[in-house]
């Protein structure tokens, strides 16, 4: 292990060194919260795509693949086509009406307390969710690739988390986004060689392949080998609620990712709205890449490495590394270990400073201070105990659920509160004249409120084996589930949407219907956005 433990810390050290470089060059509001908005279109598109790669992409899908087969692809799926809701519905008008949050666009016309309230509040819930899921597949991978050094996954929860506050705390959004086009290539590079490998063992032949796949053996509950068909669905949503579960999670998925306050953020680090759909189209194609390339990832290890090999090593999310170190030996498991490592960091720093951006700017000077910053970089010191504060929380939740929850699951969860709270106001709020701050408010409050407690109801923490819950809090969580589907987006889409049309209906506010037109304008036009800071 000491070739993957030089390669972890040869990663750690660029890391740091280009958190050192962003800091010097992060001085002021502009360019901590937005990168002096001078990000290129390919760079952005990378970055984007290396925000949005994340643990749960190369870690978990693999892991429900390489154990659920073609059901777990169904996440890849829903991963990939998400893009196409963030293309077509807001990357241009967030671009041009925001400055540094979600909350900026629905400020714009909006009364900016109650609505910045709400939707700071969203923001760290949805982040907290989605980080606690990459902070479980560092301290799993971490403590893996460690054992033999005596690393606990606990204390590598916590040397994850102190890095990332570190990358977020001194370096800002021009740090975050040049971790995460590294980590994008890395991780590209390391999918595309696995990929080859394992068509490699099967001859390049696709036949010999997906005959492998059709004839996965693994030891069954009973002890007696099993031999499945992971080409044909059912062995992750079978009846009664198997497909009203799938159908949950593709909506929560596909509306999820133009909510996800990480990855709206992104676009503010452009010039103009222009390079914002640039950079889509370059993460487009990138995701597309990498989602098709999960496919040879997780039926590789289903046939290769094995089932049984897999949960005797650390679980599903292991799977990929494990497939590395069948085919390529203890050098190439290294690389790959280091490249999840890398897409963990990246992805954690891009959700720590959004929350930061958004408790800072949104909450503590738009709420709190009703938009007055009452000393020169306020804004970004209150940014920075933020980061503090939700990396502490992540590390502490990590710890408590364990190893082995599957941290794509975990995701999916974030996703379905995204859907359910941020999308509907985002969307009615551009494209609805008669939509107001009530509405705005009731649609987060009914989505956040909805999405959350069908979660806690539901399989996902309620049963005899929780799949999101492991480690010491199991016991405490054995109950019969109120609610039978795993992903709430089915209903808690619905009902943010619900909340957000009737609470509109409850009055009128001529003075947000006045401004539609000044907001249509400017968002798809760009006239009066923010522009890049001059260099």
């Known amino acids: 292990m000491t070739t993957s433990l030089l390669m972890f810390l040869a990663f750690v050290a660029v890391t740091l060194g280009i958190t050192y470089w962003a800091a010097r060059r992060s001085t002021g509001t502009s360019a901590y919260f937005a990168a002096g908005r001078s990000i290129k279109g390919w760079q952005n598109g ?4 290396g925000d949005y790669m994340s643990a749960a992409s ?42 540094y949050t979600m909350a900026d666009v629905l400020a714009y016309r909006l009364k900016p307390r109650p609505v910045r309230a709400m939707a700071s509040l969203s923001t760290l819930t949805v982040s907290t969710f989605y980080m606690i899921a990459q902070m479980v597949g560092a301290g799993a991978l971490v403590s893996l690739l460690l054992k033999d050094s005596g690393v606990t996954y606990q204390s590598a929860v916590i040397g994850v988390g102190i890095l990332m506050i570190v990358y977020v705390v001194f370096g800002g959004m021009l740090a975050t986004t040049w971790v995460q086009i590294v980590k994008a290539i890395l991780l590209m590079a390391g999918t595309i060689l696995l990929s080859v490998l394992v068509m490699a063992h099967f001859g390049f032949s696709f036949a010999a392949f997906f005959d ?44 999820g990712t133009a909510g996800l306050p990480h990855i709206l953020v992104r676009f503010y680090t452009v010039p103009d709205a222009k390079t914002a759909r640039a950079s889509v ?52 498991f290294g690389f790959v270990a280091a ?6 960091l990246a992805v954690v720093a891009g959700l720590t400073i959004s929350a930061s951006t958004s408790f800072a700017h949104d909450f503590w000077t738009n709420v709190i201070h009703r938009g007055v910053e009452r000393a020169p970089g306020e804004e970004v010191r209150v940014a920075r105990v933020t980061a503090f504060v939700v990396g502490g929380v992540s590390i502490v939740i990590a710890i408590v659920l364990g190893p082995a929850a599957n941290v794509a699951f975990l995701v999916a969860l974030a996703f379905a509160v995204a859907a359910s709270a941020n999308l509907p106001v985002i969307v009615l709020s551009l494209f609805w004249r008669r939509f107001n701050t009530r509405g705005a408010v009731a649609g987060l409050g009914t989505g956040l409120l909805a999405s959350i407690v069908l979660i806690l109801l539901s399989p996902s923490i309620m049963s005899v084996d929780p799949p999101a819950v492991t480690g010491a809090a199991r016991h405490l969580i054995q109950a019969d589930p109120v609610f039978p589907l795993e992903n709430p987006g089915i209903l808690s889409i619905p009902l943010g949407f619900l909340g957000a049309f009737l609470g509109a209906l409850t009055g009128r506010e001529p003075s947000a219907e006045a401004k539609y037109t000044e907001l249509t304008v400017r968002a798809n036009t760009g006239l009066g956005a923010e522009k890049a800071t001059p260099h």
């Open 339 to 344: 490249i999840a490592f890398a897409t963990i």
């Open 281 to 332: 189209v370059w993460a487009m194609a990138i995701i597309g890449v990498f989602y098709i390339l999960t496919t040879f990832l997780g039926f590789g290890a289903a046939t290769i490495v094995g089932r049984d090999a897999i949960a005797r090593n650390g679980g599903t999310n292991m799977s990929a590394p494990l497939l590395a170190q069948a085919l390529g030996g203890d050098v190439f």
């Open 46 to 49: 990378v970055a984007v795509a």
């Open 212 to 255: 492998a796949v059709a004839h996965v053996t693994y030891t069954g509950a009973d002890g007696r080998p099993v031999t499945q068909d992971f080409l044909q669905p059912g062995l992750r949503y079978r009846p009664p609620y198997g497909a009203l579960d799938l159908l949950s999670l593709g909506m929560a998925l596909v509306f």
């Open 58 to 99: 190369f870690l978990g899908i693999a892991g429900i693949i390489a154990f659920q087969g073609y059901d777990g692809f169904m996440y890849s799926v829903g991963f990939l086509v998400a893009y196409l809701t963030v293309l077509l519905v807001v990357a241009e008008p967030l671009r041009n009406a925001g400055k």
